[in-house]
């Protein structure tokens, strides 16, 4: 059984830092691409962030350009997300995801997933 697990989330003033991470279970990490998305409340589930399967490419939306940085270790099964300058428009649901088996990073750019965890809070305040 397929386990993704977030953590790291919490409720940080704008302009601080925060790190994310996503543990993942019951599956071989390294034949997965693995993303970060996020949910504002009213709004779609929006794309974040991909890295490729050993980490040699990584994808970050306009939005997070240059704030965000998806990464993985994959001895431990995990992705990472840290995220600096943190603005209030930042505040949403952080969902890590799977591609599907052997997918690609870029294909998660467009919502192409497989399995998904259940999500982390941030709240950025103002």
């Known amino acids: 059984q397929v386990q993704l697990v977030e953590s790291g989330g919490g409720l940080v003033q704008a302009g601080g830092s925060l790190r994310l991470s996503c543990a993942a279970s019951g599956l071989t990490f390294s034949d997965y691409a693995m993303g970060w998305f996020r949910q504002a409340p009213g709004k779609e589930r929006e794309f974040v962030a991909a890295?490729?399967?050993?980490?040699?490419?990584?994808y970050h939306s306009d939005s997070v350009k240059g704030r965000f940085t998806i990464s993985r270790d994959n001895a431990k099964k995990t992705v990472y997300l840290e995220m600096s300058s943190l603005k209030p428009e930042d505040t949403a649901i952080y969902y890590c995801a799977t591609s599907t088996f052997r997918g690609t990073a870029q294909e998660m750019r467009d919502m192409k997933t497989a399995y998904w965890g259940q999500g982390t809070q941030v709240t950025v305040s103002s």
């Open positions: 890295v490729s399967w050993i980490g040699g490419l990584t």
